[in-house]
Structure formats: C-alpha cells, structure tokens
C-alpha cells in the first residue's frame, strides 16, 4: 500500500523549499534529502518504509533557483536546519543520498546536538575521477530541450546509469519536467547544480566527520557506478577512513549501484532497522 503523502511549501531564511510529507506527520520528524541534480521523489521507497519530509534542494525540483554563490554544503545544511524549525522539529533524524548525506554531514557540524540519527546513503567523502566523469552525465541533461518527456525518459534509460529502471524513475523525471518551446526540460537549474557539483572538487567532506557523534548508518553500494567503466561513489580506502573516524557506525553494503540503492529491498530493510531502535534521549 502506497504512504499518503502532502506537498508543501516552507519559506525559509536562505529561499523558498518544496517539500513532501510522507507517512504519518505525528511522528518524529525525519528529513529526506536527495543528492546533487536529484529531487524529492528520489525518496519515495525510502519513505514507504520511514515516514518522511523530502525536500528539493534550493535549485531543484520545484523550490526556488537563489542567485550563483549562495549554494554550497553549509549553506544547504542551513536550509535543513531552518525547515525542520519550520516543521516544529528541534531534534530531527536525516535521510541523505548522494550530495545529500553530505549536506546531512554538514549539517551534523551546525547542530550535531538536534540530530537524532543520520543515514547515509552512498556518500561519505571523496569520488574518483571516473565517477566524477559519470556523475557529470546527469550534469549536462540540464538546461537541455528535449522533444518530448518520452524522448527524455529514453535517454535517461539509455545511459545505463539508472539500473534497474522501473516506475519511481518515471515519475522521477516527469516530476521534474516542465513544457518549454520545442519540447520540455528539467526545472533543476544546471547553474545551481554546477555551482555545487564544482564544490566536491576543492573540498573533503571527511572534514564533517569527527562531527558524527549521533547514531550513523552508511548503506554503500556494492556496484560500480556503470556496470564495464568502474566507479565507486565510496571508495573503499574511503570507507576505511571513515570506519577509523566514526568507528560506532554501522556499515550496510547493497548489491546494487549509485542509483539502483535508493529502492532496493536490502537498504529498506537496513533503514527500517536502523529507525526501529528508539533514538537516544538528548543529553543535558
């Protein structure tokens, strides 16, 4: 049975986020938080099994594209913190994938206090430069006019990136799709994403990690990211790191890719795991 969901808007200090409350709102309040060039639909699975307010990153989706030089980890990190004020939630856990656990890492050094539980899900530090390369593919689809969302969702298919392809990343796309002269093209702005995308290349997000004190979880993929060119969003030299700097979280590894592990059964059932314990009473 599919989870109820609401869209909604929160007006915040850094711009306007879209977001979708999924489950039931009298729980507590998890965040969903989708990765570089991806929106809130992305969480869709995940939230089936832990109730759930996705967000659109500022630039994403449907929330407001804010001028170049106000994007980064921090500066999205504020956002989350602002939108779990806005939905009445002074400790919060997050569900971040991609870009996303790292802005829920940046967030931990804001306020690591006000986070109950963090998951993250195929990204802890660094990529290599064949991800980089493959990651860039998602890139260029952006600003771009296709003839129809047909002709979109081909293409999206053809790259191999997505696998397995099935109905969450139609609706995934098609929530992202807008009608322009000559076709449609995706209301995720290139410009935003870049800005972010170019960040990853000057900055280590292994310095967020001595900020992990909350119960973590890191679900990493145990494919490369395209199946005969390579590529693990977590390196396994990595993983060792952050093992040695955050030695309580618990490591899951999924036989799937980068964009196959938000959806299958063995990352839901270590989510729903994760989220069963009761989360620490706040210290005092």
Known sequence: MK????????????GRLHARRFGDPGRGLVLGIPGLSANLVSMTAIAEVVPMVALDLRGRGLSETTPPGTYGWEAH?????????ALGGPRFSIVGWSMGAIVG???ASLAAAR???????DAVGQVDDTVVQLIQISVNRLDAVYPSVEAYLELARSTGLISPWSELWEQYFEYELQPVEGGVRARTSKAAVSEDFAISARRDPALFWPHLTM???????????LEGAGGHVIDPAVLGRFRATVPHAEIVEVD???????AHPDTLEAV???F?????APST
Request: net charge negative.
């Open 115 to 121: 986070i109950e539980r963090l998951v993250l899900i």
């Open 105 to 107: 890492m940046a967030a």
């Open 272 to 274: 729903r795991r994760f």
């Open 3 to 14: 989870t109820l969901s609401e869209d909604l808007d929160l007006t915040l200090p850094g």
């Open 276 to 280: 069963a314990v009761p989360p620490p």
């Open 77 to 85: 990190a504020g956002d989350v913190l602002a939108a779990a004020d």
């Open 215 to 225: 119960p973590v979880l890191v679900v990493r993929a145990g494919r490369p990211l």
């Open 256 to 262: 799937a890719n980068h964009y196959g592990i938000g």
